[in-house]
């Protein structure tokens, strides 16, 4: 049996959910969180140690102006009220890319919530926003200051104390990776799901997890 540690998820779907639900897109990043939360706690539930979201990615700049905005406040106020909860669970919160670009309100929550739960230890949820990882590749070797190795390449990585995701899965319909943790997916099992992630529930997780039990991973070995 595949032992598992690391679930990534790429959450697609939330704005085509809210306008198929003729509630907006945004409707649809609200009930997008909501789905998070239900997945945090069926992990928990099934002893997942680590996972990761693909919350906004670099190329998430492009969207409107307004959905942005819309988002970084979503996430802002999430956990302005959620952060005791999290405590309380023992939830530790982790965010990675490049945070220098958020708003600076934004930032300061996301900061506070990763040092109010830095001790934590029941489950680690690692939140990408900004992030991309061709640029993440390109900072960690711009790093470097001796010889270039594929150790001294992830020792530069925001992901470099995390081990790499087991599983990826991905909802909403389209099979690619969209620049999410390219360096660290090597060899990770990839499912890519038909349902839009306000769908997705922990059924669905139970039934990746047994189907990645299931798989003979060999890792370029017979």
Known sequence: MNHLNHIAFIMDGNGR?????????NYGHLKGVETVKKIVKASIKFKIPILTFYVFSSENWKRPQYERTYLFKLIKNYFSKEIQNLIRQEI??????????LPSDLKLVL????????NNKKITVNLAINYGSKMEILQAIKK???KVTLQSIEKNMYTKNIPDPDILIRTGGHQRLSNFLLWQ???TELFF??????????????????????????????
């Not at 530790?92 to 670009?101: V, Y």
């Not at 900061?111 to 830095?118: D, F, H, P």
Request: aromatic share 12%; proline share 2%.
């Open 17 to 25: 959910w809210g306008k198929k639900n003729k509630k907006g897109r």
């Open 185 to 187: 997916l090597s060899y």
């Open 144 to 146: 470097i200051k001796k």
């Open 193 to 222: 799901l038909k349902k839009l992630w306000p769908d997705f529930n922990s059924n669905d997780l139970y039934k990746v997890i047994e189907k990645y039990k299931k798989i003979k991973r060999n890792f370029g070995k017979i």
């Open 111 to 118: 900061k506070k919530s990763m040092k109010l739960t830095s």
């Open 92 to 101: 530790k919160i982790n965010i990675f890319g490049e945070m220098k670009k």
